[in-house]
């Protein structure tokens, strides 16, 4: 299990006691010590732990986090993340082709783990992860 730190902290104060959270991705468990106050998108953790949230060649062509081309689409099966719903720019780009207004999908650029958190995530099949119907077992 790998462990990395920074992500945002559900508590508002800067204990240094935050609860360790844990990302499962492709089958791989990654652990991330959650620091009060800094925020780290979960895909920057993923790639840290050399696990890529994109499907084929859009692990080169991609936007780098910006939220702009949904190639980092995943749902998430369980845990708690930031923001709890998806925010303005995850609505607009999840509401335009290829992908077609799933509620399962969240973008991995514009979410962060909460301390205690264990989340799951589920990449679907397509460039842009768009095929809801279709799982991707192992990546």
Known sequence: MLLFS????????????????????KGRKIAVNCDSGKWTSLRTILIRA??????????????RGLG???????????GEVLPAK????????????????SDKLRLCCQMTPVDSSDIVLRKYSGMWGQN????????
Not at 6 to 25: E, G, I, K, R
Not at 87 to 101: K, Q, V
Not at 132 to 139: L, M, N, P, Y
């Open 6 to 25: 920074m992500c945002m902290s559900s508590s508002l104060s800067n204990s240094s006691d935050a609860m360790p959270s844990t990302v499962t991705f």
């Open 50 to 63: 050399g696990v890529s949230p994109h499907n084929g060649q859009s692990s080169w062509f991609n936007c």
């Open 68 to 78: 702009t081309c949904g190639t980092c689409a995943v749902e998430v099966v369980s």
């Open 86 to 101: 998806r925010s303005y720019r995850e609505d607009l780009r999840l509401n335009f082709p290829p992908h077609h207004n």
């Open 132 to 139: 809801v119907d279709e799982e991707i077992a192992d990546g």
